[in-house]
C-alpha cells in the first residue's frame, strides 16, 4: 500500500512540476510581443491580397493581449507575387536550410515575457526567415505561443519546430484557414478570442 502511495504521490509531483498548462500562467502584467511573418501578393485560395493572412491574426492577437507587433521582412525581398513561383522559390530554400537575412529587429527583445510567433504554413515548416528570427535571440525565460495560418495542413509540425530553435516549451497553439482570416473576419476573430481565452488573457 505504502510502495502504491509513493508511486502516486511521485506521479503528482512530477505532473505539477512538468505541467505547462495554460490555465497556470498568470498573464497579468506580462510584457507581450507577437512576431509574425506574412505574404501580401497572390495567394492559394484567396487571390491577390493586399494584407496577409498572419498578419490578419497577428493584429487580432496584440490587439486582444495589448501586446507590441513585429513583421519579420525580408531584407531584399526577392520572393515572387506569383503564387505558385513563391512556392518553389519556398522549397528550394526550405530544402537548402536557408537563413535569408532580415530587414530589421525587435527593439528591447529581452524586456518581453511572452511571445507569440505567427507564421503561414509553408510547405508543413515555417518560411526561412523565421528561423533567422528565432536564431538570433535568446529565448530562455519566455513563454512562447505559436499560431498558424493555412489551407488545409493545420500547425503541422510548426509547434515542435519553434520549440527545437527557441528551446523553450509550448503553449497550445492556433491553426486559422488563411481564406478565413481573409474573408470572415468575425469567425477568425471568434477562434482568436475562445484561444486566447484558454491560454489565460
Ligand atoms: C510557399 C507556400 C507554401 C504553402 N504550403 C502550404 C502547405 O504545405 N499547407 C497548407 O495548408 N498551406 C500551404 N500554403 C498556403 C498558406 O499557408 C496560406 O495561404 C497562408 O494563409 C498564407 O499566409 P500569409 O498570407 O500570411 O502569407 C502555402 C503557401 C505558400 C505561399
Partial sequence: MKKILSVILAGLTFFTIHNTK???IDMTGKKVLVVYFSRTGEQYSVGNITEGNT??????I???TKADLFE???KNDTYPAAYKALTEVALSEKKANARPEIA???ENFADYDVVFIGSPNWWSDMPMALYTFIEAHNWIGKTVIPFVT???SGLSSIPSKIKTATGTDMLDGLAVYGHVAQNDRAQAKQ???NWLKKLGF
Fill in 22 to 24: 495554460a490555465e497556470e
Fill in 55 to 60: 498578419a490578419i491574426i497577428a493584429k487580432m
Fill in 62 to 64: 496584440a490587439e486582444q
Fill in 72 to 74: 519579420v521582412k525580408l
Fill in 104 to 106: 530589421d529587429d525587435v
Fill in 150 to 152: 493555412h489551407e488545409g
Fill in 191 to 193: 477562434n482568436v478570442t
